[in-house]
């Protein structure tokens, strides 16, 4: 079974400053996606960012990019210029593929954003 | 376009009783996946319904149950519930395809169990 580990509880990262959230995973499969997924207090789940493990290209989608090291199994956010507003639970999710197969989920990192 | 709808938001029952949770998917998708998700914690996988269907499921005791319609829209039902039933149910759908589609998040029911 996939398991996705997420190492740091807790962060946090002035305003404007950039700050890097640690995700690793464990699979035997080749063909997988990963995502990160934002949870604000508001509880909704939002996507941030996705990537396909069979792309070199590390996804990038405005401030926040990631840094996909499939032979580490190591997939972390890098979130630049903060703004108060990223202030959220991050989950790092892993997905098997094809097909509609379901997410696993890190515990999480609640990031803190100082002013 | 609609994103993903549950209903209700908050609701507190008691042990032993049953509760029904609602999602409707977000406009063009035909596949509703359930998680669990404890205070604390990532969200856990309960089961998935496609073409109404239960298509996939994870480790979860069968007083988890559920239904889709024919809109597509789908249903959670617990039974007999426990303290630990007590949790945030999220709702996501998707477009079944051959390749990866990603899932939409609704902003999910908050369940107490006293």
């Known amino acids: 079974a996939q398991t996705v580990t997420q190492s740091q509880p807790e962060m946090s990262v002035q305003e404007a400053e950039t700050v890097t959230l640690s995700c690793t995973y464990d699979t035997s499969e080749s063909d997988y996606y990963l995502f990160w997924y934002k949870q604000p207090p508001s509880r909704q789940m939002i996507l941030v960012i996705r990537?396909?493990?069979?792309?070199?290209q590390n996804a990038t989608e405005n401030r926040f990019s990631v840094n996909f090291q499939k032979a580490a199994k190591s997939f972390s956010l890098k979130i630049s210029d903060s703004q108060l507003g990223d202030a959220a639970m991050y989950f790092c999710?892993?997905?098997?593929?094809?097909?509609?197969?379901?997410?696993?989920f890190g515990k999480g990192t609640r990031l803190s954003v100082i002013a | 376009d609609a994103g993903v709808t549950q209903s209700p938001t908050h609701l507190i029952k008691t042990r032993g009783q049953q509760v029904t949770l609602r999602c409707s998917p977000k406009s063009g998708h035909d596949t509703v996946s359930w998680y669990q998700q404890a205070l604390g914690q990532g969200p856990q996988f309960i089961f998935q319904?496609?073409?109404?269907?239960?298509?996939q499921r994870g480790n979860f005791p069968d007083r988890f149950s559920g239904h889709q319609f024919p809109n597509y829209s789908s249903e959670l039902n617990v039974n007999a519930l426990l303290l630990g039933d007590s949790a945030l149910y999220l709702c996501?759908?998707?477009?079944?395809?051959?390749?990866?589609?990603?899932?939409?998040f609704g902003p999910g029911t908050r369940l107490l169990v006293l």
């Open positions: 999710a892993y997905r098997s593929a094809p097909g509609n197969t379901p997410l696993v």
């Open positions: 996501a759908s998707s477009l079944l395809t051959l390749y990866q589609e990603t899932q939409y």
């Open positions: 319904y496609y073409e109404e269907e239960e298509r």
């Open positions: 990537q396909e493990a069979y792309k070199q």
